[in-house]
């Protein structure tokens, strides 16, 4: 299981990989699960955080990147089971209730294809039992009650509500703001709002942090984030 760690000691755990990632942060306060994939990865979910050498294994928070179910569609079974809250931006909550938030805007051809295709068929394939989110972010903030050295920033664009979590101001989870499945390319196939998205880049340039960990693919470098977000800023605002 790939596992990292800040300077201060915060270890940070994937427990999900392939289809979606999904990031377990244990504190002295309790486990902190992001995103938590696939009804179908709900099994291997729980085996792997049961995996890990753990004072207790049960969820006391979970935080949603964003609401697109493959990211989200396990928060209604573990928030029931382990009577964890669930924390997401205010923007998406209406998502949550109703259990399916539209599929994002492909970034080039056959991805707007795969959107519109999938938009079509909807819920029926892409929903998730509803839920309730008991913490709604609207703006940058800090997890006090759940340890120190963990923030949230919105990082927009994928779609409205997305938010990142940054982890000792060293290593940001982005959910989709970045993809990790090229080899030098961060930029998403789906996205909302690219401008948004390119804005959200330069945010958490402004962080001190020099990993970044997405919902898809492997670790992203700072390196390749700061020339990714030099390229597209230039490309959207050319002088």
Not at 28 to 41: F, Q, R
Not at 163 to 174: F, G, R, T, Y
Not at 184 to 193: C, L, Q, V, Y
Request: proline share 3%; hydrophobic share 35%.
């Amino acid at each position: 299981m790939k596992t990292w760690q800040t300077k201060n000691g915060i270890r940070i755990y994937q427990v999900l990989k392939g289809r979606s990632n999904s990031y377990l942060i244990p504190t002295e306060k309790g486990n902190i699960l992001v995103d938590t994939g696939k009804t179908s990865a709900y099994k291997r979910l729980r085996q792997n955080i049961d995996s890990i050498n753990l004072k207790s294994y049960k969820i006391d928070l979970i935080i949603l990147t964003h609401s697109h179910f493959d990211h989200c569609q396990n928060a209604s079974a573990i928030s029931e089971q382990d009577l964890c809250k669930i924390a997401m931006s205010e923007k998406e909550a209406g998502f949550a209730a109703q259990g399916f938030m539209t599929l994002p805007k492909g970034t080039f051809g056959i991805a707007r294809i795969i959107s519109s295709f999938g938009n079509l068929i909807g819920q029926r394939r892409f929903g998730y039992h509803p839920f309730t989110p008991d913490i709604l972010i609207s703006k940058d903030s800090e997890l006090i009650n759940y340890g120190v050295g963990i923030s949230l920033i919105l990082t927009e664009g994928h779609s409205r509500g997305s938010v990142s979590v940054v982890v000792d101001n060293e290593i940001a989870l982005v959910g989709d703001a970045m993809i990790g499945t090229y080899k030098n390319s961060i930029f998403p196939p789906f996205a909302d709002d690219i401008q948004e998205m390119i804005k959200s880049w330069g945010r958490l340039l402004e962080t001190e942090c020099i990993t970044f960990l997405p919902g898809h693919g492997k670790e992203i470098n700072r390196k390749l984030l700061e020339r990714e977000y030099n390229k597209y800023s230039l490309k959207l605002n050319p002088k």
